[in-house]
């Protein structure tokens, strides 16, 4: 499933919950990430669970969105990564 993950200081739980493979930047804390997570929730309790279990830490500001369609103006990259994931969730499902 793709998520967009938006948050200006989420960058560096991006980086460590996702590969490489399986994210990329839109621009300035936004990303899309590709996750076998079944909800926004769960991508969401995967992003802070590499935060310090410290009391009084404060959970971070942003928004997790599903992706189930799209359209606009953005460089090739991130069409074929998109299709690249839909295909692989794809191949899942059968």
């Not at 929730?41 to 310090?52: A, G, P, T």
């Not at 991130?78 to 191949?91: F, L």
């Amino acid at each position: 499933m793709i998520y967009c993950v938006i948050g200006e200081r989420l960058g560096p739980l991006v980086e460590q919950t996702f590969s490489e493979d399986d994210r990329i930047a839109l621009g300035d804390g936004e990303w899309l990430v590709s996750a076998d997570a079944s909800t926004t929730k769960r991508v969401w309790e995967l992003l802070v669970s590499h935060l310090s279990g410290a009391e009084g830490t404060p959970q971070p500001s942003g928004i997790v969105l599903s992706v189930h369609g799209y359209y606009g103006m953005r460089p090739s990259s991130i069409w074929e990564w998109i299709a690249a994931k839909r295909r692989r969730n794809d191949d899942l499902l059968f």
